[in-house]
């Protein structure tokens, strides 16, 4: 069974916009993940975000935890053409030795 | 490093053919596990490993074998293809001091007509 759900499904901005993703999951979880996936290739870890944070940065990318309402979201800032690719939610729950659980992803169209 | 590597990229059998998919990969990680990635669907854990001669089912683990011989090796191997097994395949690897941050293989493309 799915534990996150993207929200949107797809998402289409002009370079140098930001990009806002959503995530929501169903479980007590241990940790959060967001991966990228280009066109024809696997998948790549952005970020991770442990239960006990709220918020994370890494580079343009800014990441959000609310585990009263099991939910995420991954802001990309000033978008690049580069950054078009699909973005996966997974989530790692709590005693689950190293499972990880993903979302069906959200598809981002960076136009330059 | 390669880092975690899969062969082949593509392949095609027929229904009731069986073959195994191939997955190296050169950081010692002690976990492996496979996916399968189905359009609409996102990633679904099929079997994964949490060292050489351990492995556990994921959650679609039917029509499929792993075995782990040694820490390098994570084979996948379909006994009697069916079309329902076309999909994309990645295998992917992580340590036990990192657990959850997972390093996937480019996937091999299967179809079974």
């Known amino acids: 069974s799915q534990q996150g759900e993207e929200d949107p499904q797809a998402l289409s901005i002009q370079e140098g916009e930001n990009a806002t993703m959503n995530c929501s999951y169903k479980?007590?979880?241990?940790?959060l993940q967001w991966y990228r996936q280009n066109s024809g290739r696997g998948l790549v870890h952005l970020i991770l975000i442990r239960s006990n944070e709220r918020e994370k940065h890494s580079g343009r990318l800014r990441v959000t935890l609310d585990t009263s309402k099991k939910s995420s979201s991954l802001l990309i800032t000033a978008s690049r053409a580069a950054d078009t690719a699909s973005y996966f939610c997974?989530?790692?729950?709590?005693?689950?030795?190293?499972?990880?659980?993903f979302g069906k992803g959200i598809t981002l169209s960076v136009r330059p | 490093n390669a880092g975690v590597t899969q062969t082949p990229k593509f392949q095609v059998l027929k229904t009731g053919q069986s073959m195994t998919l191939q997955c190296a990969q050169d950081?010692?990680?002690?976990?492996m596990s496979w996916y399968r990635q189905d359009p609409g669907m996102g990633l679904r854990l099929i079997h994964y490993?949490?060292?050489?001669?351990?492995?556990d089912q994921g959650e679609v683990p039917n029509g499929y074998n792993v075995s782990r011989s040694t820490t390098e090796d994570f084979p996948l191997r379909l006994l009697s293809a069916a079309p329902s097994q076309t999909s994309v395949y990645f295998c992917a690897s992580n340590t036990r001091g990192r657990p959850f941050e997972q390093y996937f293989g480019p996937g091999t493309r299967l179809t079974v007509t």
């Open positions: 997974a989530t790692a729950e709590r005693g689950a030795n190293s499972k990880l659980t």
């Open positions: 950081m010692n990680h002690e976990y």
């Open positions: 490993s949490v060292g050489a001669g351990i492995t």
């Open positions: 479980t007590s979880i241990n940790n």
